[in-house]
């Protein structure tokens, strides 16, 4: 099974920061990555797929990169309904596995 | 627009089982799979298996074979996921999620706890 590692685990920080989190597979994944944001009580959200490409609807102050095995997603400017937790998933092969979670508070 | 329906809350006793039902609106449902993913509290999320819904057959994470059936009913758009021989330990909310692309998960349903306690 592919393994992905996030991190870090958690991050505090402030409106209007930029925040950075990276996730990285046990294997080359191409570009086979996705990123959701989680809030308590909801069901994850996808927020970026193909490791770089914004679902529609999503805010442009989020943005990914990557490729391989390591991968970053980037919230610029953090508003206050960022406040979550993200997941990576890497989508390359059967099992899909997710990263651990990384919560972003205040 | 699309929408995913779970079912309620159940409580179980161990080793029993679980039938958690997911109810598709909004698109074609035989254009997208469906995929059940668990998130124990606190915890990540964990891949349990696909269904293929246009053939109807499914495949299971490794760690679920043999406990996990997962079926549907394409008159009513509506998948199952069935976990039999239940611990404590799979006490989690159960999503269902269509795929897109067959790669990214794109809505979800809001989730079903499942508690298993004696």
């Known amino acids: 099974d592919i393994q992905l590692t996030q991190s870090p685990s958690s991050v505090s920080a402030s409106v209007g920061d930029k925040v950075t989190i990276t996730c990285r597979a046990s294997?080359?994944?191409?570009?086979?990555l996705a990123w959701y944001q989680q809030k308590p009580g909801q069901a994850p959200k996808l927020l970026i797929y193909?490791?770089?490409t914004l679902q529609v609807g999503v805010p442009s102050r989020f943005s990914g990169s990557g490729s391989g095995t390591d991968f970053i997603l980037s919230i610029n400017s953090l508003q206050p309904e960022d406040f979550a937790t993200y997941f990576c998933?890497?989508?390359?092969?059967?099992?899909?596995?997710f990263g651990q979670g990384t919560e972003v508070d205040v | 627009q699309v929408q995913l329906q779970q079912s309620r809350a159940e409580v179980r006793k161990p080793g029993a089982s679980v039938k958690v039902s997911c109810r598709t609106s909004?698109?074609?449902?035989?254009?997208?799979?469906l995929h059940w993913v668990r998130q124990a509290a606190g915890q990540g999320l964990e891949w349990m298996g696909w269904?293929?819904?246009?053939?109807?057959?499914?495949k299971y994470a490794q760690k679920f074979q043999g406990r996990v059936t997962m079926t549907m009913d394409t008159a009513s758009n509506v998948a199952y996921m069935e976990l039999s021989g239940l611990r404590s330990d799979d006490t989690a909310v159960y999503f269902c999620?269509?795929?897109?692309?067959?790669?990214?998960?794109?809505?979800w349903g809001h989730g079903t706890r499942v508690v298993v306690s004696s």
């Open positions: 998933q890497q989508a390359d092969s059967f099992p899909f596995t």
């Open positions: 999620a269509r795929i897109w692309s067959l790669k990214y998960f794109d809505f």
């Open positions: 909004g698109y074609t449902f035989s254009f997208y799979h």
């Open positions: 269904i293929n819904s246009n053939t109807g057959g499914a």
């Open positions: 193909a490791a770089s």
């Open positions: 294997q080359s994944i191409s570009d086979l």
